[in-house]
């Protein structure tokens, strides 16, 4: 796979596949699951819930009517604390049982939710299903939300041939009222975001997994199950401006200088992933090292693994390319005005 490709504007995917064989006529099943908090009522992580819990319901709604061979399970994980946020309208799957706290030692304690558990339980409900379509795990944070045609747009890239589509997410301002404005939230285009915080991606795949224990809620807490994916998907896409799911507000708390020792625990688990993986077969060390090489993943990446070697990358340094992209652009808008 030619991973420069692997992030992809929306146009330039759907390019990709207009034109060519229509998407395959298949069932699909989509098993979405969110880690709900129970947090305090007026707070922002309540009302994005809300809000991330409405939205689902309405794609669910909007999938029934006009993607009948997609079905749609809304599964919620809590922490047995927080079993009093899980909807009563969405599956409730076994509590988690691993906390943050039993893989470290940190400045700040708190009692945060293991990732690969998460994974784990929307899983073991996909593989409990006895008919025959296609299971496709949903896995988003409970403050991202969907918009109407999320699910079916999931469906048509997998149709199209994708085992895993990450999406990044638009961010809307946070001056909505729930649920009465969101036909507003809906229509707000908002503002691209980097973050990898929503994942759909075939079940079949996670039997693979090098083991993770990447903590919820923390800086780097995809990144163990973004290259456990490179590792194994054939056909994989990151969307970098699809208008599919939203973020109400731009605070990032997890960036704060006192969480810094749990980011550096999840750098320290993708780095495991790697090292796991690559241990495995020539063949997996290979296809990561062309997509850390492709992307800005070599970046972070300490000198040696996967082949980074500092100053040999083949890229310009960071800013001298900004300073290109954007001489590009002055030179794009001076050709339009003359």
């Not at 593989?127 to 469906?155: K, W």
């Not at 009465?180 to 975001?193: E, N, Q, T, W």
């Not at 699809?242 to 810094?260: C, I, P, S, V």
Request: proline content about 6%; hydrophobic content about 40%.
């Amino acid at each position: 796979m030619d991973y420069s490709k692997l992030y992809s504007t929306a146009e330039a995917l759907h390019a990709r596949h207009a034109g060519a064989a229509k998407p395959l006529d298949r069932d699909v099943h989509l098993v979405h699951v969110v880690n709900p908090v129970d947090a305090p009522g007026e707070s922002g992580l309540a009302k994005a819930q809300a809000a991330t819990f409405e939205s689902m319901r309405r794609a669910a709604a909007y999938s029934s009517l006009t993607d009948p061979q997609t079905r749609i399970s809304l599964t919620a994980t809590p922490m047995p604390e927080d079993t009093n946020a899980v909807p009563s309208d969405f599956i409730r799957l076994p509590d988690l049982d691993d906390v943050s706290s039993a893989h470290g030692n940190f400045d700040i304690e708190r009692r945060l939710p293991i990732l690969s558990e998460i994974v784990s339980r929307g899983v073991d409900y996909a593989q409990s299903d006895d008919r025959r379509s296609p299971n496709f795990i949903v896995l988003t944070n409970t403050d991202i939300g969907l918009m109407p045609h999320f699910y079916t747009y999931a469906s048509w890239l997998i149709r199209c041939g994708h085992d895993v589509a990450i999406i990044n997410r638009r961010g809307v301002v946070d001056s909505y009222q729930i649920p009465s404005d969101m036909p507003a939230i809906l229509s707000d285009f908002g503002y691209v975001h980097p973050g990898l915080d929503c994942f759909i991606f075939d079940v079949r795949l996670v039997a693979s997994f090098a083991s993770s224990h990447s903590i919820i809620g923390m800086g780097f807490v995809m990144r163990s199950l973004l290259f456990n994916l490179i590792a194994h998907a054939d056909n994989p896409v990151i969307l970098t401006d699809a208008h599919a799911t939203f973020h109400l507000g731009f605070d990032e708390a997890w960036r704060a200088n006192k969480y810094h020792d749990y980011e550096h625990h999840n750098r320290n688990e993708c780095i495991k992933v790697i090292e796991e993986l690559s241990r495995r077969s020539p063949e997996l060390e290979e296809r990561l090292t062309r997509f850390a090489a492709a992307t800005d993943e070599h970046r972070w990446l300490p000198e040696g693994l996967l082949g980074v070697s500092r100053g040999s990358t083949g890229k310009p340094p960071i800013h001298r390319r900004l300073r290109q992209r954007v001489a590009k652009r002055l030179i794009r808008l001076l050709q339009a005005a003359t």
